[in-house]
C-alpha cells in the first residue's frame, strides 16, 4: 500500500508539474502570418519528421530532429520570439519543444494553438525541404 501511494504521490506530481510547463501564451495565425514575412520569429514544428517533410509552416525547424541542437539552432537573444505548434488544437505535444525553449531561458515562448492543420485550411503557404 504504501508503495502504491508513493507512485500514486509521484504521478500526480508529474501531472502537475506537466500542466504548469505547458501553459505558453497563444500567437493568433495573423501574427504568425507577420512574424513568418518578416522572418521574426523561431518556429518549432513538433509533428514528426515525416510530417515536417509533407510540409511545414515556413521557416520552421522539425523539432523530432533537432532537439539535441536546439540550444544551437535558437538566437542569442533569450527575449526572441520563440513559437512552437503541433498538429491541431487538440493537440499537446508543442509543450515539448516550447518548455525546452523556455528551459534554455528563452522569454517569449508562445503556442500557435491551430497548428499545422489550421495553418493549412487558411490556406497560407506551406514549405518543403
Known amino acids: 500500500m504504501k508503495k ?30 507577420a512574424a513568418v514575412a518578416n522572418k521574426s520569429a523561431v518556429i518549432l514544428d513538433v509533428n514528426g519528421s515525416d510530417s515536417f517533410k509533407a510540409g511545414h509552416i515556413p521557416g520552421a525547424i522539425d523539432y523530432t530532429a533537432q532537439a539535441e541542437n536546439l540550444a544551437a539552432l535558437l538566437p542569442a537573444d533569450k527575449s526572441a520570439l520563440v513559437v512552437a505548434y503541433c498538429g491541431s488544437p487538440a493537440c499537446g505535444a508543442y509543450a ?11 522569454t517569449n515562448v508562445k503556442h500557435y494553438a491551430p497548428g499545422i492543420s489550421g495553418w493549412k485550411k487558411s490556406g497560407a503557404p506551406l514549405e518543403k525541404p
Do not use: N, P, Q
Open 96 to 106: 515539448r519543444a516550447a518548455s525546452a525553449a523556455a528551459k534554455l531561458g528563452y
Open 4 to 33: 502504491l501511494l508513493t507512485t500514486l504521490s509521484s504521478l500526480l506530481l508529474a501531472v502537475v508539474a506537466m500542466a504548469g510547463s505547458s501553459k505558453f501564451a497563444g500567437i493568433s495565425h495573423d501574427e504568425l502570418l
